[in-house]
């Protein structure tokens, strides 16, 4: 099967770059299964074998078994046997409506502003960096990204390739530890987008603030790629504040677990951790 490979160098760097030497296997389990759910690892794409991923990790080949054995209990891993066989990236099933609603109403309003905050600080600071260090040729995943939002047609895909941007704009900036920091941030964000990427009018505006960061980090303009890139994230968090608070006083609930799709709780599993 011919997998499609979506994503630039840098975020597949910041995907197997070594984790904390004290790394236990929830933190394994949090790096790879927040990759997978954001989709910065194809659907169906091969992992690599088993002695050379716990390289890649900084961990030791007996915590690397038990991270997979925690992700195929979650269905985001799947492992074949014999010739040709391997651990391969299953992508979990898009939450509906009624479950994305229920986790929007499980936020209250200062905490969806916090969360923009901290999200436009990290995507503002990715931005200028980018702009500072990145080379032309560096933005052509940028690029395609940016014409993979253009032709998505379901919402669930469109919020999903809109964090891979912001992750791949932190990529851009050479940085590994702004990339964990935006993996992290979108699996908080990034499903609760669906509700709000499924307008297209939104799909298009969001489209060509992209578009616009792009140039921005093209020509050098850091201070203006900062800009645009906040101001891209503060609308968005605007639109899901609007959206929550239009939502019933009754409509609220424990806070779901952090991640794209809800599942079982990850050993441990704390935002940083990645």
Known sequence: MTVKQHNGEG???????????????????????????LGLLADGEQLPGESELAGQLGVSTVTLREALMALRQQGLVITRRGRGGGSFVSLPEDPGEDRLRARLAAWSTEELRDLGDHWAAVSGAAARLAAQR???GDLQQLRRTLDELASAEEAAARSRVYGRFHVELAAAAQSARLTREQVALQTEVGALLCLVLGNDEYREEVSDRHRSVISAVQDGAYESARALAERCVQDSTARLITLRLAMPRTASGPRPLEGTHEQEPRPGRRRGDA
């Open 11 to 37: 975020v597949r760097r910041a995907v197997f770059t070594p984790v904390d030497n004290r790394a236990r296997v929830d933190t394994v389990v949090s790096r790879l299964g927040d990759a997978i759910e």
């Open 134 to 136: 990145t080379e032309p």
